[in-house]
Structures are given as structure tokens and as C-alpha cells.
């Protein structure tokens, strides 16, 4: 065995523990996902403070939330449709407040091109998931691209931890937008199939409704 899978087999145990704990207290999954909510808020202000390793591990907190209310609703019986609606939109409330913390510490310190950078990546990280959301209105599936969601955590956790914050927001800035550029053309190329597969079979539905 490997000393990663190890350690997968280890935190799945923990996280194992930890559901089988919350689905015994009786705790609501969405009540969960707001909790997370509020720990990666505070998580935000102590990036505005400059805290970086202070947060880091707190998001790293908020992150076992994120991964337990749905473990929990399945454990419970309480997935419901509303549920991953809410999960969703905290979500995205969530990466929005830590890095409007991010905005808000290079702002008091005076680095304006970090504060263009960070809403930057804000800009990239809420169309990440609107591209996905409306395309999947069109199409099946719009899951493509790299930088999804625990991505972009991940890679912020690493740059409280270890003081690299600015390189992080490059790469979520350059690998969060092409990864939207992405989704817009998986959507325009399969958009562009579906609508000639309805062009094709057309003729064919108006032959047998002449026939009739």
C-alpha cells in the first residue's frame, strides 16, 4: 500500500466517523452547508487581516462541512432537491467571501494590481459555475474544464499555508478562465451537433406527418 492511498483510507475513515456522529445528533444537511458558510466568513476576515496560515486551516475546517452535509442527507434520508440547490448557491457565497477577504488585505496595503488580480479571479470563479448552470440548459452535461470547485480551494489553502497567495491567484486567474473558455466550446460544439441532428430528422417528421 502506498503511503497516499494510506492516507485517503485514513481521512475516508475519519470522514466516515464524523458523518455516522452528525446522522446521530440528527443535525439537518443544510443546516451543515450554512454552518460551512459562516467558518469560511470568518475564514475571510482573517485574510483581510493579513492572517494567512490562521485561515488556511480554518478553511481547511470549513471543508469538512462541505464534504459531509451531502454524506449526511444520504446517511439521513433527507436528499431533497432544494438541498443541492442550497449547497450550491452557499458555495458559491462561500468562494466569494474569501476572496472579496483577499480584496480587502491587498486593498489596506496598498497592492492595487493584486486588487484588480483578485477580482479577477472572482470574475473567473463565479463564471466557472454559470457556464456550467446555463449550459446544462441546453445540453446533458457541461462538467469539462480543470479548475472546478475543490480545485480552487485546494489551491487556496495552499497559498494561506504557505504564503503564496499571489502565485495562487495567477493560476486561478489564468486556469479559471480557460476553463470557462473551455465550457464555451464543449457547449457551442455539442449545441452544434444537436441542432443538426435536429435539422436531419425534420425532413424525416414532416414526410410522415405528410403521409398520414
Not at 438541498?83 to 496595503?109: C, E, H, K, P, T
Not at 485546494?154 to 497559498?159: A, F, K, P, T, Y
Amino acid at each position: 500500500m502506498t503511503f497516499t492511498r494510506a492516507i485517503g483510507l485514513g481521512a475516508g475513515a475519519v470522514i466516515k466517523l464524523i458523518v455516522r456522529g452528525l446522522s446521530l445528533a440528527k443535525i439537518h444537511p443544510n443546516a451543515l452547508t450554512f454552518i460551512g458558510l459562516m467558518i469560511n466568513i470568518y475564514a475571510a476576515v482573517l485574510l483581510a487581516r493579513g492572517r494567512f496560515l490562521s485561515a488556511g486551516l480554518v478553511i481547511i475546517g470549513a471543508g469538512i462541512f462541505d464534504m459531509v452535509d451531502g454524506r449526511v442527507a444520504r446517511a439521513t434520508g433527507q436528499v431533497t432537491r432544494f438541498g443541492g440547490f442550497f449547497d450550491s448557491v452557499l458555495d458559491r457565497y462561500s468562494d466569494l467571501a474569501l476572496l472579496m477577504g483577499l480584496l480587502v488585505y491587498y486593498a489596506n496595503i496598498g497592492r492595487n494590481f493584486y486588487v484588480v488580480l483578485t477580482a479577477v479571479v472572482m470574475t473567473a470563479s463565479a463564471m466557472i459555475s454559470y457556464t456550467r448552470s446555463r449550459s446544462e440548459n441546453a445540453i446533458p452535461s457541461c462538467k469539462v474544464g480543470f479548475l472546478e470547485r475543490p480545485e480552487r480551494i485546494v489551491l487556496l489553502i495552499i497559498g494561506a499555508l504557505f504564503d503564496r497567495m499571489a502565485s495562487v491567484l495567477w493560476v486561478i486567474a489564468v486556469i479559471g478562465n480557460i476553463t470557462v473558455i473551455h465550457r464555451i466550446w464543449h457547449t457551442w460544439l455539442t449545441t452544434k451537433e444537436l441542432d443538426r441532428r435536429d435539422a436531419a430528422s425534420a425532413p424525416a417528421l414532416e414526410d410522415h406527418v405528410g403521409k398520414a
